[in-house]
Structures are given as structure tokens and as C-alpha cells.
């Protein structure tokens, strides 16, 4: 197939169209000519619809349906105003004014205010589900006159970096919620603000964006008006995809198709910086790998080295603790397990299993390559020790899924990637790792109430005092490496694929994966 140009003109879209069944507005057919980016993922675009709710994969989808007051950018440790126009906090960090902006529309055709913004700020913590932690810092949301908001603190936290989370700090319109059932925007109903809303859609597949025409931000000038994101879980068929010019926009290929794809006219393979970091959980409760000394084993098995040259050619570093190199948190002096299989045999011998000698199963979100070929390297090396692993790859919602249930049941180990909710160590601290009683994402199953407490106090001082914050969430992953809770494997760089002709990209690495359409276009 030869290399087109990267975009799929109105016949194809309507070919696309067609294919869509389930839940989804209707929408007319675009004009003549009108031209669509193509995104291929490798996973399920969305996981629940609900702006409230949705934490993970949805964040590709979610901005650009929905919008957040403020959008964080880490190259310059600023931000870009978006739902607000300006914001003031005391001297102390507890009260926050927040200018709204004027002259918004939701989705409905009604009207955005600061009361939408305290309702859906409210309506996100009284659910309590998905990232909505991270709204535990607010005392009271007040509406101080009809596009100003007050936000009182019960202790200093960076409201500013909350307001522009990934997650859980979506606007909403009021009257559509109180106008429909509970679970209405969960069915698939989008109520925002955003420059996009969706034309159609099949849960788990794929996603028609088509431009939302009373958008706040204009359609005058270059922007993208019809997008399409739809999963494509094997690796070839994203390459494919991109070679022949089908896809505007691909997401992880393996290293090998890197290289090759540099070499193809009409395909820009770019690097980028990510705060993305893939971990392995071990199973903290469940025999033999409840053992410290057992993790201490598995840990020093772990072929770091060759997993970040062999499997993703060096696009990576080995990890050191949980908190990504380049965001605050991070510890340069935090232990680093190292290869070394003689160190592995003496611990298990310690810990009473000096021929191995047990079978441990791990589960791989399927088609993700560099989770499936670490875990093969893995085994090899576990052969050496007489432990035996049973490698099992399984859609992320279905391995997610299994492994929230009794740790006597769950799997041995479990490997994924994390991203965070918003740019603070605190994203991956809570959630991964905090004592809890029901497993959302601490799929370890690690409770130490010391550690609880310190990353609980670290996440309140840095409101004040990020240094001091930062040093206690660096003591913090201390204690994880010493209890070798995980297997930190590596900080992943981002390899972009896409087409020469996809003009206005920028990669932000606070929101993971996420293309920003309104301000790309096809040239």
C-alpha cells in the first residue's frame, strides 16, 4: 500500500460510520472532502464515560470532550488558562479565588458559570470514585458572584495542579446531569465544554469526535474538525495502520518499528519526554511472595538491563524508586536494584527456598509488546532459580478486573504502566501503594501504616514547603525498596509516530497519550 496522505476523506468516514453500533448521538454525514485524524490505540479508548469517574485509558478521550479550568505545562512549571481566566491564593494556601471564564457553552447549549464549576467540582467529590482523592484537600467550594469561585482549603495543598489534573476535575453542565438518570453520562452522553463532542461510538472499540460548533476557543484558522480514536490491539496492524497513511496517529509500536519507521517517507517518529513509568507489583500477602525475602530475590532476578536495551532500545531508564526522573519527588539516592542472580539464590535460600521450586503467575495487559517480552526475559532468568512463571496475557480491563479481589486470590504479580492524575508524587504514592481495604490500584496489596503516614503528611507540607514535601515522599519510596514491595522497572521515554502532514502537535507528558485536536490540523 503506498504512503497517502494521513488523513481518511469523507468516503471512508462514512465507511467508518456505518461499522458503529451501540449508544452514541447521531450526527449528519461531514461535508465533501472534509478531512479526519485517525488515531489507533492499542487499548480500550474509554473505560467508563462518567467525567467523575473515568481513570484511566478515558484520559485520551476525556479531554476533548470535556476541559479543566487550568491545563499544567512542565517544561515551564506553568500554566495555560482554559475554564478560568486568573486565579489569587492567601499567603497561607488555605483560600483560592478563581476567575471563570465568560461566555462558555456546554455541549447542551446552556450557558458556564461558576456555579456549573462548584457543581461538577461537588458532584466529583460526593461520588468518591476514581480520582476524586484528589479533591481531598477542599474544605468548601463557594460561588462568590456568577463567573468568580472560592475554594477554601482544610490544609495547604497546589490547588492550582489539581485544577488541572488528568482526572476528576472535569466541568460539567449541571442541567444535563439533574435532567437525566444517575448513570446517564455513564451510558455514553457527554455534557462539556470541550471543542469536540461525540458523533458515535462502541464501548471498548473506537470514537468519533466531530467539532462542537459554538466552542468558546473559535474554529477560525487551522483546526482538526472530525477525529477518530479506535483500538487496535495488535501491533502490526498500528504499524500497518500508519504505513499506508489509514492512521494519522499511532500509539506503541515496538523499538524495531521505530527504526524501521524513521526510515519511511511521510512518517515522523519523534521522542518526547514522559512522567510514565512501568512497574511491577508483587503480591505483598500471598505465599511465598509475602516473604521480603522472596521479593528481595525476584528483585535482584530482574534482568533490568536487558529488558530496557533488548526490548525498547534504549528508549528508557532503569527506574529508581516509583517517582519518575524530571518530576519533583524523585530521589537520586533512593536504592536501585541491580541484576544479580547470585544475590537472588542467597536470599531464597534464606528464606527457607534454596531450589525455588514454586510457580508464580503474572499478568500483561495483551498486545502492550514491551509488558509480554519483559515478562519472557523474566521467566529465563527465574528458570536459573528453579522458580517456574506462568505468563498471562489479558485485555486491561479484564486483568484490572481480576486482580481487584482477595489477595489469596490474585495473581503473583501483575505488570502495567502508570501516569499520573496530576504532576505531584502523590499521584503515584496514594494510589499505588496506600493501605486500602477494597484493591482500586494498589494491586501489590501493600500495607505499612508508616509509610501511609508520611506520604499523608509529605502531600499536605508540600503545600507550603514542596522541598521539604519532596524529601518525605522520597523517605517514603526508601521504604518501598527496602520492603522491595515492586519491581520499579523503568521511566519510559515516548516514541510519537505520526504523519508529516499532522501539524500542531505537542506532547505534554502531564497528560499522558493524550492528542489535544483542536489545536492539530491536516495539511
Known amino acids: 500500500m503506498k504512503n497517502t496522505v494521513a488523513f481518511v476523506s469523507v468516503v471512508i468516514c462514512v465507511v467508518l460510520l456505518s461499522t458503529l453500533s451501540g449508544c452514541g448521538k447521531k450526527a449528519e454525514t461531514p461535508s465533501g472532502g472534509e478531512k479526519i485524524v485517525y488515531y489507533a490505540t492499542n487499548s480500550e479508548p474509554v473505560l467508563d464515560w ?40 492567601s499567603g497561607d494556601g488555605l483560600n483560592w479565588t478563581i476567575d471563570i471564564r465568560q461566555g462558555v457553552k456546554f455541549h447542551d447549549g446552556t450557558d458556564m458559570d461558576a456555579e456549573a ?10 461520588k468518591g470514585e476514581g480520582a476524586a482523592f484528589i479533591w481531598d484537600p477542599v474544605d468548601q467550594i463557594t460561588v ?15 490547588l492550582d495542579l489539581i485544577l488541572a489534573s488528568g482526572y476528576a476535575a472535569f466541568v ?46 473559535g474554529w477560525e484558522g487551522n483546526h482538526t474538525r472530525l477525529a477518530y480514536i479506535k483500538k487496535v490491539p495488535e501491533t502490526a496492524s498500528r504499524r500497518q495502520l500508519i504505513e499506508s497513511g489509514e492512521a494519522t496517529f499511532i500509539l ?46 525476584l528483585s535482584y532476578a530482574f534482568p533490568y538491563s536487558d529488558i530496557i536495551e533488548h526490548v525498547i532500545s534504549g528508549e528508557a531508564t532503569q527506574s529508581r524508586g516509583v517517582i519518575p526522573d524530571g518530576l519533583w519527588g524523585h530521589g537520586d539516592d533512593v536504592f536501585q536494584y541491580q541484576y544479580d542472580l547470585d544475590k537472588a539464590r542467597a536470599l531464597l535460600a534464606e528464606a527457607g527456598y534454596p531450589e525455588g521450586g514454586f ?23 527465574l528458570d536459573k532459580l528453579g522458580i517456574t512463571l506462568d505468563i498471562r496475557g489479558m485485555p486491561w480491563d479484564s486483568q484490572w478486573e481480576a486482580a481487584k479481589v482477595n489477595p489469596a486470590s490474585a495473581q503473583d504479580m501483575l505488570i502495567m504502566y502508570w501516569w499520573p492524575d496530576y504532576a505531584s508524587p502523590y499521584s503515584w504514592l496514594i494510589n499505588l501503594f496506600h493501605s486500602e481495604d477494597t484493591p482500586m490500584y494498589n494491586l501489590g496489596y501493600y500495607y505499612n501504616p508508616v509509610f501511609d ?33 515492586i519491581i520499579p522497572v523503568y521511566d519510559q521515554q ?25 489545536d492539530t490540523y491536516i495539511e
Not at 470535556?66 to 488558562?81: A, C, H, K, N, V
Not at 499478568?363 to 532468568?381: D, H, I, N
Not at 515516548?494 to 492528542?515: A, L
Open 494 to 518: 515516548y516514541v510519537r509516530i505520526y504523519r508529516n502532514n499532522f501539524k500542531g502537535y505537542v506532547d505534554n507528558p502531564s497528560y499522558p497519550n493524550v492528542v489535544f485536536f483542536y
Open 144 to 158: 462568590l458572584d456568577k463567573y468568580k469561585l472560592g475554594i477554601t482549603l482544610r490544609y495547604a495543598a497546589p
Open 117 to 126: 464549576v462548584k457543581f461538577s467540582f461537588d458532584r466529583t467529590i460526593e
Open 50 to 89: 462518567d467525567p467523575s469517574v473515568e481513570f484511566s485509558n478515558g484520559i485520551i478521550v476525556m479531554h476533548n470532550l470535556y476541559e479543566t479550568l487550568l491545563r499544567y505545562l512542565p517544561d515551564t512549571d506553568s500554566f495555560e488558562y482554559v475554564l478560568a481566566t486568573g486565579y489569587e491564593k
Open 359 to 381: 510457580t508464580l503467575t503474572a499478568t500483561y495487559m495483551a498486545g502492550e509488546e514491551p509488558e509480554r517480552r519483559s515478562l519472557e526475559l523474566y521467566k529465563s532468568e
Open 172 to 217: 460539567m453542565s449541571p442541567t444535563a446531569v439533574r435532567n437525566n438518570p444517575e448513570d446517564w453520562l455513564s451510558q455514553g452522553n457527554v455534557a462539556g465544554t470541550g471543542p469536540y463532542r461525540v458523533r458515535s461510538f462502541v464501548m471498548g472499540e473506537e470514537v468519533v469526535f466531530e467539532a462542537f460548533p459554538d466552542y468558546w476557543g
Open 252 to 297: 506503541y509500536v515496538t523499538p524495531e518499528d521505530h527504526a524501521a519507521l524513521r526510515q519511511k517517507e511521510g512518517i515522523t517518529v519523534t521522542q518526547a519526554k514522559s512522567f510514565q513509568n512501568l512497574i511491577l507489583f508483587l503480591n505483598n500477602q500471598k505465599p511465598p511472595v509475602n516473604n521480603v525475602l522472596v521479593r528481595q530475590a
Open 453 to 485: 503516614e508520611l506520604i499523608d503528611e509529605g502531600n499536605i507540607i508540600s503545600g507550603t514547603d514542596r522541598a521539604l514535601g519532596a524529601k518525605m515522599f522520597i523517605d517514603a519510596q526508601k521504604i518501598l525498596m527496602e520492603d522491595a514491595a
